[in-house]
């Protein structure tokens, strides 16, 4: 089983739908928690980050992290065609060594 | 303007022949990560530094080397390249462990 697991679509949806993203991990020691948003040819760019579990809002933009269930989600409202990328999701234990893990990431794509 | 930029973009080579792909950032960031991304296995961490003359093995390190003597510059080199090294290569930089990473858009290298 790999630490990070995240569905790699693709995941259709019409302009304007809510879309829900997650990733589930397996390592308690996971501390910190990021969303990123990678278009075709290009470097992943961070859309979110999040310290241990809660809430964190960025307007249309939402992420959830829920360590008791091991399980992080990002929620984006009111979809668009532009938000059609990959989402990677990442995190890292607060010790020792640095060495995040990626989800394989999951391919949106919003059609108008 | 704040960035990681990597040069070559693009890089066909062929077995054996030694290669420097060079990464610098102007953020003035501590940490520094290499990168590889294949389909269906994400995003890979190669080595990371964490400060000038202090780098480290990341999750997949093998063929790969790395220095770290100035605090902006991070080149990865491949003494020989291999056809399994053929990938697309990211750089990044991050403040400090933990948190968000700025990348760099990419080196596709192809190693016939």
């Known amino acids: 089983q790999k630490e990070v697991e995240q569905d790699p679509g693709p995941l259709s949806v019409p302009e304007g739908a809510i879309v829900s993203l997650n990733c589930t991990y397996s390592n308690s020691a996971f501390q910190y928690f990021m969303w990123y948003r990678q278009y075709s040819r290009k470097g992943p760019e961070l859309l979110m980050y999040t310290y241990s579990s809660g809430n964190k809002e960025d307007g249309r933009f939402t992420a959830q992290v829920d360590k008791s269930s091991k399980y992080i989600s990002l929620f984006i409202r009111d979809s668009q065609p532009s938000d059609s990328a990959t989402y990677l999701c990442a995190m890292s234990a607060a010790g020792g060594s640095y060495i995040p893990t990626f989800g394989r990431g999951t391919s949106l794509i919003v059609h108008p | ?112």
């Open chain 2, 1 to 112: 303007e704040a960035q990681v930029t990597q040069n070559p973009r693009y890089l066909i080579t062929v077995t054996g022949k030694k290669l420097t792909v060079t990464c610098s950032q102007n953020m003035n960031h501590e940490y520094m990560s290499w990168y590889r991304q294949d389909p269906g296995l994400g995003l890979r961490q190669i080595y990371y530094s964490m400060n000038v003359e202090v780098t480290d093995k990341g999750d997949v390190p093998e063929g790969y080397k790395v220095s770290r003597k100035e605090k902006r510059n991070f080149p990865l080199i491949l003494e020989s390249p291999s056809p399994n090294q053929t990938s697309l290569y990211f750089c990044a930089s991050s403040p400090s462990r933990g948190d968000e990473q700025y990348f760099g858009p990419g080196t596709r290298l192809t190693v016939t």
